[in-house]
């Protein structure tokens, strides 16, 4: 054989298989989607989301304390409002009293360690089930929508969030939150992760089941982004990285690693991160009970993806498991 054809050699011992990776998973590098709900007693197991639940208020230490001590260093919450009323600009998105904002004062009281991100978006608490403000005739309004964000963002800030994350995908949302938190002296506390490239995709479905926002009528496509549209994602991120903001995100994860490649050669100088979401989670789960592969070694190969297209950072629905098999 051939002196250069061989390879092999490089990459024989477990170790030296490690060597190949730019990056590796760390705990630090996990952020734990949880739903909290408004019923303050509540652990509701989600059917389609298996493993997880929603969580109500007075049952978080108990479910938290765990996982802080074996390393959690991030959550990202969302609201799933079950008894009150919804309207047509979210209402209760920033209700005081609200299970968002009691998380955000609790977590931090409990768990000062915990960095608290909080997604922020309309869906879950409008009366049609869209992420922005609606014109009569059922159309997205824009500027209206991007100033209501910025308010829930605004009050999450306020109740102590460490990140603000808006996934509505309004334009002009960045730049009004931005604003937002610096004429409140909240420029310099408060990170703004972007979902800047967010896909129209079916893989939200059972987040949709979770958190109960699915759209009553039509669909997202009039703002989150064609699944085949990679000139579209590419200006969405460089938009906004143009209008402030701390870390970009793609999402979802696997079927978009080029995207992520793209987000990491357009914005080298941000921390990158990527959702895994609750479709990929699901899907990840149904194979590996059909036998497909071995979950563990299927949940880190998906990992291990997601850091080689670039991210520096991963929104999963495995970070207990991560938290247990990284210590293996
Ligand atoms: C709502 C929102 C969605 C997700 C995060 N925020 C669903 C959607 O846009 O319909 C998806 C997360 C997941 O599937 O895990 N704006
Ligand atoms: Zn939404």
Sequence with gaps: MDISSVLQGGYQHPL???WQAKRTLTKEMLMYPIFITDDPDA?????????????????????LAPLVKKGLKSVILFGVPLTCPKDGKGTPADDPEGPVILAIKLIRKLFPSVYIATDVCLCEYTSHGHCGILHDDGTIN???????????????AKAGAHCVAPSDMMDGRIKTIKRALIDNGLGNKVTLMSYSAKFASSLYGPFRDAAGSAPSFGDRKCYQLP????GLARRAIQRDVGEGADIIMVKPAMPYLDIIADAAELAPDYPLAAYQVSGEYAMIVAGARAGVYDLKTMAFESTEGILR????????????????????
């Design 142 to 156: 824009s500027v209206p929508s991007a100033d209501r964000i910025a308010e829930v963002a605004l009050s999450y």
């Design 43 to 63: 652990h509701v197991d989600i059917p389609s989301l298996p493993g997880q639940s929603r969580w109500g208020i007075n049952k978080l230490e108990g479910f």
């Design 227 to 230: 699944p085949n549209a990679k």
């Design 16 to 18: 030296s298989r490690k």
């Design 309 to 328: 297209a670039g991210c520096t950072l991963i929104l999963t629905y495995f970070t207990p498991q991560f938290l247990d098999w990284l210590d293996e």
